[in-house]
T-cell receptor
Framework: RKEVEQDPGPFNVPEGATVAFNCTYS??????FFWYRQDCRKEPKLLMS???SGNEDGRFTAQLNRASQYISLLIRDSKLSDSATYLC?????????????FGSGTRLQVQP | DTAVSQTPKYLVTQMGNDKSIKCEQN?????MYWYKQDSKKFLKIMFS???????INETVPNRFSPKSPDKAHLNLHINSLELGDSAVYFC???????????????FGSGTQLSVL
């Protein structure tokens, strides 16, 4: 089992659609969770952190389910500019000896 | 001003050569990283330095040697380049790490390395 696992997609959705991605992680002691966005041939950029109680930033909602060890990202009212790869990122340990671990990403293509 | 800058952006070289990639951050962060993104787009940590001290080395071959002359710089030197080294290398930085918690990463724009 991969340490951080995502469905690679692609998810092809029309503009205005709602789309959700899930990501599972292997270590129940993980403490920090993030979603990053990566555009083609560009560097990853932080989209949002994921908090235990869930959090929202405009059209984006992130949820954490510790019992099932997954995080999710919901995008409402998709825009063409949302087309990108969404990377699930987890701090898998509590010792401070490991850096953030990235999932392989879920590709989203929003179509007109 | 670019927060995390790395050079060169593209690097094309022959097998067996030695090359370096430079990275600088002007964010005042204590921690810097090198990540490798292969052809399958999987982003993997290679090294992490905290205030010039190596804290993470993820089983990277000895041909890869990071150097941090100060906390604002983390360079990557690669000896005897191999075909499998072809990838995009990203430098990143983050604020001070506290035990068990990770701060968000700020990435450079990447160096596309092609080994022929």
């Amino acid at each position: 089992r991969k340490e951080v696992e995502q469905d690679p997609g692609p998810f092809n959705v029309p503009e205005g659609a709602t789309v959700a991605f899930n990501c599972t992680y292997s270590n129940s002691a993980s403490q920090s969770f993030f979603w990053y966005r990566q555009d083609c041939r560009k560097e990853p950029k932080l989209l949002m952190s994921v908090y235990s109680s869930g959090n929202e930033d405009g059209r984006f909602t992130a949820q954490l389910n510790r019992a099932s060890q997954y995080i999710s990202l919901l995008i409402r009212d998709s825009k063409l500019s949302d087309s990108a790869t969404y990377l699930c990122v987890v701090n898998l340990d509590s010792t401070g000896r490991r850096a953030l671990t990235f999932g392989s990403g879920t590709r989203l293509q929003v179509q007109p | 001003d670019t927060a995390v800058s790395q050079t060169p952006k593209y690097l094309v070289t022959q097998m067996g050569n030695d090359k370096s990639i430079k990275c600088e951050q002007n964010l005042g962060h204590d921690t810097m990283y090198w990540y490798k993104q292969d052809s399958k787009k999987f982003l993997k940590i290679m090294f992490s330095y905290n205030n010039k001290e190596l804290i993470i080395n993820e089983t990277v071959p000895n041909r890869f040697s990071p150097k941090s002359p100060d906390k604002a710089h983390l360079n990557l030197h690669i000896n005897s380049l191999e075909l499998g080294d072809s990838a995009v290398y990203f430098c990143a930085s983050s604020p001070r790490r506290s035990r068990g918690r990770s701060e968000k990463l700020f990435f450079g724009s990447g160096t596309q390395l092609s080994v022929l």
